[in-house]
C-alpha cells in the first residue's frame, strides 16, 4: 500500500480512483481504467443494506386476473353480438374512455405533480382524490350499461309474439 511519495523533497499522498478504488502512487490524477479524477481518500464504503429487489413472480397472478377479465369482457361482447345482431357500443365506449383517462390521466397527474414539486404523500392525497370518485362512477356505468344491455339482448331473443308491446292512445 502506497501511503505517501517524495518528489521534489515534497511529500505527496497517494490517490485512489473513486470507482474501482485502485490506488495510485504520487503524481496521477486520473484513473487510467475508469477515466474519472483521482481523491485523495476514499469515501466509506455504503454500510447500508441493499434495498430488496421487487420479485416480479408475484405480479404474475394480478397480471393473469387482468388478462383473464379482459377475455372475459371480449367473450361478452362477442355473444351479445352473436344474440342480438349489434355490438354492445354503449359498453366499448366505457372500456375505451377507462382506458383512455388511465393512461393520460395518470401521466398528466405524474407531470402535473412533478411539476409543482409535491411529496409522495401529497402525490397520494391527490391521487385518491380523484380516483375514488372515478372509479365508482365507471364502475357504476360499466354495471348500469351491461344491465341494460342484457335485459335488451334478453328482450331480443324473445319470440316475436311474447313481446311486450307499449300500445300509444
Avoid at 12 to 28: D, K
Avoid at 68 to 76: A, E, F, I
Avoid at 83 to 90: F, L, N, V, Y
Avoid at 139 to 166: C, D, F, H
Wanted: hydrophobic share 40%; glycine share 6%; charged share 25%.
Amino acid at each position: 500500500m502506497i501511503t505517501a511519495g517524495i518528489a521534489y523533497g515534497i511529500s505527496l499522498p497517494a490517490m485512489f480512483c473513486p470507482e474501482c478504488r485502485a490506488e495510485y502512487r504520487p503524481g496521477f490524477t486520473r484513473c487510467s481504467d475508469c477515466d474519472v479524477d483521482l481523491v485523495h481518500a476514499l469515501p466509506e464504503p455504503d454500510t447500508r443494506a441493499p434495498k430488496p429487489r421487487r420479485n416480479w413472480m408475484s405480479m404474475l397472478p394480478k397480471a393473469k386476473r387482468t388478462y383473464r377479465d379482459g377475455r372475459k369482457t371480449l367473450h361478452w361482447w362477442a355473444s351479445y353480438k352473436r344474440r342480438t345482431g349489434t355490438w354492445p357500443w354503449s359498453s366499448i365506449a366505457i372500456h375505451l374512455i377507462h382506458w383512455v383517462v388511465l393512461l393520460f390521466g395518470g401521466g398528466f397527474l405524474i407531470w402535473w405533480c412533478v411539476e409543482r414539486d409535491l411529496s409522495r404523500w401529497q402525490f397520494l392525497g391527490v391521487f385518491l382524490l380523484l380516483a375514488l370518485p372515478y372509479g365508482i362512477l365507471e364502475n357504476w356505468a360499466k354495471r348500469s350499461v351491461k344491465l341494460k344491455l342484457l335485459r335488451q339482448a334478453r328482450l331480443l331473443a324473445k319470440p316475436r309474439g311474447e313481446r311486450q308491446t307499449i300500445s300509444t292512445h
